[in-house]
């Protein structure tokens, strides 16, 4: 029983195109988060729903777009893609916002994007 | 701001101690503390919060100096285990569970 998962769990592409990767919890959790890990290992947080709504929106390119078309599912939609975007991208969920500094915060396994 | 971690890597044997430090320049509310093995996700060790109240794992202890701004991870009796890249985060006042976290401090626990 995968707790966070996210697909596809590597993704090469081309500069130029656009793609997708999706997440799903199945903890019952009402928040979920997008954030991109560099080559130097720093995790930088990109976005947060809480219940479907947008609650973090770092200082992310438009070229990204979250989307949560319900509490169980978190996707990103990542559009004319640069080399500078390669990086692992992990979602995250966490039980709710409601005593966000007692909560931890659960980690998918990841997804590898590359772009060539 | 991002807290800074320090050491940025340590060496042991199994068996020895160790201890990450973490640093924020801004009042903290709580520390997160996650591990980070390689080409896995982060897993979530330990929060300790203000006031004293901690959260987590049985065999790794830390600490949080809220006049100093500063969290420090114990490691003791390092086991191979333990090797992996370990992060704190930091939370502000606010719930908006927007984790900040350090640069990451590298461990590698040899036999």
């Known amino acids: 029983d995968t707790a966070v998962s996210q697909t596809p769990k590597y993704l090469v592409t081309q500069m130029g195109n656009d793609k997708s990767i999706k997440c799903e919890q199945n903890?019952?959790?009402?928040?979920m988060y997008w954030y991109k890990q560099d080559s130097k290992k720093f995790l930088k947080i990109m976005f947060s729903y809480n219940n479907k709504e947008l609650i973090i929106n770092e200082t992310v390119p438009n070229r990204f777009s979250p989307k949560s078309p319900d509490k169980a599912h978190l996707n990103l939609h990542i559009n004319s893609l640069e080399l500078g975007d390669s990086a692992v991208y992990f979602c995250?969920?966490?039980?709710?916002?409601?005593?966000?500094?007692?909560?931890?915060?659960?980690f998918g396994p990841g997804t590898r994007l590359t772009v060539t | 701001q991002q807290p800074v971690q320090s050491p940025q890597a340590v060496i042991l044997r199994e068996g020895e101690d160790a201890v990450i430090n973490c640093s924020s320049s801004k009042a903290l509310y709580s520390v997160h503390w996650y591990r980070q093995k390689h080409g896995e996700a982060p897993v979530f060790l330990m929060i300790?919060?203000?006031?004293?109240e901690q959260k987590g794992h049985e065999k790794i202890s830390a600490s949080f100096n809220e006049k100093k701004q500063q969290s420090s991870l114990y490691l003791t009796a390092s086991q191979l285990s333990y090797s992996g890249t370990y992060f704190c985060g930091t939370l502000g006042s606010g719930n908006t569970g927007k984790l900040i976290f350090g640069q990451g401090t590298t461990l590698q626990v040899k036999p």
């Open positions: 995250a969920s966490s039980p709710g916002l409601a005593g966000a500094q007692n909560r931890e915060q659960y």
């Open positions: 300790l919060l203000k006031g004293g």
């Open positions: 903890l019952g959790h009402d928040t």
